[in-house]
């Protein structure tokens, strides 16, 4: 079997709610938004051709957003790394149908767990950096998931984009 690290991508960032803005039409958001996106064709350009989402609300699936608009133009395939069955079932609507029309625009979706339990989104991370050769990712500091997988990235010898050191001056 081949591997398939050098051409994955995989993402990490906060959820909507530790994110530094609220309103996705404001201008830091804007500014992610292109950053994603030109994160996303230069790892294309780079030889990733497989992007690996985590699928939570906020980064993760503007991620996921940034992969599909990308597909018009460039030879990606959109892989989602679902934690458990019923991740989305609390999401509020939007971020449910966001999540639904990434899931059935995918190429490919690992689901890791049929329900949730204790260390399911450390085992999606672990996944998805042990899949990667790069991690591109929303990271300004804080404890948590994405500095776990940052973390991880570091120690497996991904090639890290932190979008959040671009950001800094907009916040």
Not at 22 to 31: F, I, L, T
Request: overall charge positive; charged content about 20%; some cysteine.
């Amino acid at each position: 079997m081949a591997d398939l690290r050098p051409v994955t991508c995989c993402f990490s960032g906060y959820r909507i709610e530790k994110m530094p803005f609220r309103n996705e039409d404001c201008p830091a958001a804007r500014e992610l938004f292109a950053a994603l996106d030109a994160a996303v064709a230069e790892a294309a350009a780079d030889g990733c051709t497989r992007f690996l989402s985590g699928m939570s609300t906020g980064f993760d699936l503007w991620a996921a957003e940034a992969v599909l608009r990308a597909r018009a133009a460039l030879p990606v395939q959109l892989l989602c790394a679902v934690p458990f069955d019923g991740q989305a079932d609390r999401f509020p609507l939007e971020w449910k149908r966001r999540f639904n029309r990434c899931l059935l625009a995918a190429d490919k979706v690992y689901a890791l767990s049929r329900s949730y339990h204790a260390g399911c989104f450390a085992a999606r991370n672990r996944f998805m950096v042990d899949a990667s050769s790069r991690l591109i990712c929303y990271y300004d500091g804080r404890s948590g998931g994405t500095a776990q997988t940052v973390h991880m990235a570091e120690q497996s010898g991904l090639k890290i984009v932190n979008l959040a050191d671009g950001q800094m001056s907009l916040l």
